[in-house]
């Protein structure tokens, strides 16, 4: 029986998670749950999975339910410490974390599982990004198992030779398929009027506001580019993008003999997230076939960064290393937020982390300590520049 710490259990990743161990109770139990304030939907989660633990950041959230579950009969102990939340991620009796936290919060929890050894099955790719180095650091020397769940990077995953082969494996390049997002193509002249309602509407996937703005800007295939950096030990000049509208190929390995590697399969997060909860084994989604014939073409497009300058950005603060991809991520959070409550145009995201990028201070990364102090820095000028732009 692997049991299960689900950090972000209320949100899409989080629920199509709870959906795969649904089926499958004869394999899994969740022994925590951790979200920041959806509380009704918890109440649910408690009673259909009765974990032991729940973690719940925002305080007026952790009172109400704490007071909507006195008196039931089946009642989880629930923390609100945010410290106390990311030790649940070390908890012994946990064999899998399940990392689903959007953005920078989700950081401390994973690097907390990794520490611990766990088998962690990674959504939060901000996490990687601000911290590659030592987030792997801490899964080498801990012997922990890093799955990714990203379905780009989890169709890499399947692709490349084991691990264990030799050096020369023969792996020429990785090719990450992106849908090219809502905006895909509109004219440049109109993205200044863009909503965020038009950028939430993604045409493929049903995702959390963030990453579907992430996805629209391409600023999301840029976190991906970096977080495929450090999965897979790529260097960013092996990495290439993509725009496959259909999203039925969810990346590609190019290898040195000229074949490459493709997975396939409907645009559905539970097949990324059954493949990382169950390998090498393999089980039941619940995602229905991918009808072949239903299909129309598969186009293949390269990406345009003049429209999406995200991306370019991305592969610049890659090459920049040190810092710079946590201060990109950093940035582009506080855009993308302020962003959806109207207070910057689309356009001014990429200004936004552009502006920021250029005064990063340089240096690699030695301590969780000096990252976070770089992100609070960076979240602070991203503010002023936001100010600036109003
Ligand atoms: P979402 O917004 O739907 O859900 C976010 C979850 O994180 C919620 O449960 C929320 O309660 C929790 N959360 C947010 N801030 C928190 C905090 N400070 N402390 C504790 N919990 C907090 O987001 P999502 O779409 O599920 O994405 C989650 C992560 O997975 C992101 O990093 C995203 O990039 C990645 N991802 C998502 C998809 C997808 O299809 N949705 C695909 C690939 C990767
Ligand atoms: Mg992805």
New binding site residues.
């Given amino acids: 029986m692997q049991r299960l710490a689900l950090f ?7 629920r199509s998670t709870l959906a795969v161990v649904e089926s499958h109770p004869e394999r899994y139990a969740v022994h925590t749950l ?5 509380v009704d939907l918890l109440l649910e989660q408690i009673q259909q999975f009765q974990p032991k633990f729940v973690g719940v ?1 925002d305080p007026k959230a952790a009172d109400k339910l704490r007071q909507a579950l006195a008196g039931k009969p089946f009642a989880p102990t629930v923390v609100s410490d945010e410290l106390e939340i990311t030790a649940l991620a070390g908890t012994p009796e946990v064999n899998v974390v399940v990392a ?4 920078a ?2 950081l401390a929890s994973s690097l907390a599982a990794a520490r611990a050894g766990k088998r962690l099955l990674l ?4 996490s990687l990004v601000m911290s590659g180095a030592l987030l792997m650091d801490a899964v080498r020397e801990n012997g922990a198992e890093l799955l990714p ?3 780009e990077h989890n169709a890499i995953f399947q692709c490349l030779p084991p691990a264990s082969a030799a050096e020369s494996n023969g792996v020429a390049e990785l090719i990450l398929t992106a849908s090219g997002g809502p905006f895909r193509t509109w004219p440049a002249s109109v993205f200044d009027e863009i909503t965020p309602e038009q950028a939430c509407a993604h045409p493929n ?1 049903s ?5 579907s703005v992430d996805s629209a800007t391409l600023m999301n295939k840029g976190l991906e580019v970096i977080e495929a950096h450090w999965l897979f030990g790529m260097p960013a000049s092996r990495i290439s993008v993509v725009v496959h509208p259909q999203s039925v190929v969810h990346s590609m390995v190019r290898f040195n003999d000229g074949s490459v590697l493709a997975q396939m399969g409907r645009p559905d ?1 539970r097949t990324p997230i059954a493949h990382a909860l169950a390998w090498p084994e393999r089980i039941d989604s619940g995602v229905e076939p991918l009808d072949l014939f239903a299909l129309g073409p598969l186009e293949f497009e390269p990406p345009d960064t003049k429209r999406f300058p995200c991306l370019q950005l991305a592969y610049d603060a890659l090459e920049a290393g040190g810092y710079a991809p946590a201060a990109l991520n950093a940035a582009n959070e506080v855009a993308v937020a302020a962003f959806l409550e109207g207070k910057i145009r689309f356009t001014d995201i990429p200004r936004v982390v552009s502006s920021v990028l250029s005064t990063t201070p340089s240096g690699s990364v030695c301590s969780l300590e000096e990252l976070l102090e770089v992100d609070a820095q960076t979240r602070q000028q991203a503010q002023d520049e936001i100010s600036r732009l109003r």
């Fill in positions: 972000g259990s209320t949100g899409s990743i989080g951790v979200a920041r304030s959806n950041t689903a936290i959007v953005g919060a989700g959504a939060n790719k901000e769940v990203d379905s996937w995702m959390g506001r963030k990453i997060m």
